[in-house]
């Protein structure tokens, strides 16, 4: 199978998120901080969770369960499945091995791909595998499934507001309504202690905030850059956001989003002439000399292209927000949620032909800027009106989850705490707020095995 395969990308996605929330007003005024902190300061209103009844095997196995169920897929016609996640409760077997239960039931078996880690770049790479694949001489003419997913959970603490869980399922192939342009990926990659999770005793991460805010405007700064160079290669009316209907961000909370769409309006103002930048930037000439990299916390910069941004943020990027906000930081499926969002913020007619780039981000550090182009071509109307269709069930099940107090949601996280190691153990966390079709734990025995159910 060498022939070349034209449109690679997504042809169907499903978003898992857990039935349970904590809102973010109750959180401030259990935290005693200033009102306002998580919501404006934030910028989220409520953070998804999930009990010890669910774990990473569970939330993916949900999302992949559910692409297969909507979308009526041959399990046959599946060559490749690859997972992404940060969620690590076994150093040796893969997320994917506990996914192919589903496939080895109908006999599927051949089927290439394993779990790709680093913090919330793993659902990327996992991504690119799959699109790869797809592209290569290796590939058999069959489809791929990429799954990411994550339960991102802080200790107590600052960090805990930026929280959040879900996962994300994926069909990859040619002939798609959401196409990757091809020779465009632009990366940025090198060590950083930011974020990182040395303690595999416990589920939760040690977080230098301060830098990895840093790391994460430095890694857009340097993605954006590139992937405008590449572009113009390809294209020398590129013109940088100007020329993108969207610019989707990994959101480790929505307000980091809306200041890195600012930064974006930042770079595209050093990268001006100074005729362009009179016309195109008036009144912004006191940052004439400014380098970007002296200017991560510099207030009086980041306010003004705040403000400049304003516009250009609630027409490319504030409609990508919708799940983030209401779910927090679900780490590999971030970005993903994003373009859930993104994608059922409009009708098809008007995606068509649509082109945004994606900026995803990993802690650690990895970092890469792409781009997708809905398809113009007619033949795959169809399939782009029930991706989003599909979608919209999903996102309206939002609507549909149990808001718990924050003494609940921390009772919880205090359990799972308590129980991270814990063998052979029985969660305690309740299935009757499950949505139907979730997969949960059962029971963890004396070896260490997992076991689970699905709720009816
Ligand atoms: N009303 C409105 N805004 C407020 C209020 C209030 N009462 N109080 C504080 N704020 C604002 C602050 O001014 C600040 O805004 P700024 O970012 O524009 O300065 C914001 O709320 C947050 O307050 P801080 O005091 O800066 O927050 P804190 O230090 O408590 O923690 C942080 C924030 C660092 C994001 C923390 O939640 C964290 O470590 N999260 C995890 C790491 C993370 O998500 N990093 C991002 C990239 S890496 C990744 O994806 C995991």
Redesign the pocket.
Known sequence: MSAKVHNVGILAMELYFPSQYVDQVDLEKFDE?????YT???GQSKMGFCSDREDINSICMTALHRLIEKNDINLHDIGRLEVGTETIIDKSKSVKTFLMTLFAKEGATDIEGIDSTN??YGGTAALFNAINWVESSSWDGRKAIVVAGDIAV?GKG??R??GGAGAVAMLIGPDAPLVFDCGVRASYMTHAY??YKPDLASEFPY?D??L??K??LSALDNCYNLFCKKMRKENPDFKGLLSLDGMLF?S??C??VQ?SLGRVCFNDFLNASSAEREKQFPGLSQFNNHKREETYFDRDLEKAFLTYSEKLFNEKTKPSLHVARNVG?M?TPSLYGGLVSYLVSKSPDQLIGKKFALFS?G?GLASTMYSINICKDMSVGSKLERLINSLNETVGMLNKRQCVEPQVFSDLMDVRTQNYHTAPYEPSGPTDVLFPGTYYLVRIDEQRRRTYERKL
């Open positions: 901080v200033g009102t306002g902190k404006i300061g934030l913090a919330c802080y600052p960090a507001p930026t930011d974020f977080v905030g301060k990895s805010i790391c994460y990994h480790p909370y307000k980091l200041k930081n780490y981000y802690s």
